[in-house]
């Protein structure tokens, strides 16, 4: 298991050290700003939702290794794929910090934080951008269905 911890060490860090969308989006965008006070972390997420689709999506903020690396995967997660979907790729990551072992398909980066469910203090700092994200989305949804329904 070292190995395997060795590994996800190293792709956290690459998250860390070189953020995916890293950035701000234009107005018209979803913003999410949340907080982790427990840690010190903060995230603001804003999201481009086109059609129920997430168009784009970046983040800024600061805190620690797993959150801002949590915030990296996400986003690169969650490009490009509907709505629906990107709600169900923040529910695999709650069972991912509750011990289970869920699918992420041709995205694996993020199992690299599967070792943080054994710190209980960490996993608000990993679920940040998770959140942000699902809120993001119900922003989102209100935006731009109002008339259909
Ligand atoms: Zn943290």
């Known amino acids: ?44 997420l804003q999201l481009q939702l086109e059609d129920g689709i997430v168009r784009n999506v970046k983040f800024t903020g600061e805190g620690c290794s797993i959150s801002m690396s949590s915030a990296s995967m996400m986003t690169e997660a969650v490009m490009g794929k509907t709505a629906e979907e990107a709600v169900q ?8 910090m509750k011990g289970e072992n869920p699918d992420f398909g041709d995205y694996e980066d993020v199992e690299a934080l599967s070792g943080v469910n054994k710190f209980p203090a960490r996993i608000k700092c990993a679920t940040l951008a998770w959140n942000a994200l699902r809120k993001g989305v119900e922003q989102g949804k209100g935006k731009h269905e109002d008339t259909e329904e």
């Open 89 to 96: 790729l923040a529910d695999k990551f709650s069972a991912l």
């Open 1 to 44: 298991m070292s190995q395997l911890d060795d590994l996800y060490r190293r792709v956290i860090m690459d998250h860390y050290k070189t953020p995916r969308n890293r950035g701000e989006l234009d107005e018209g965008s979803v913003t999410v700003n949340l907080n982790n006070p427990t840690c010190g972390d903060r995230i603001s």
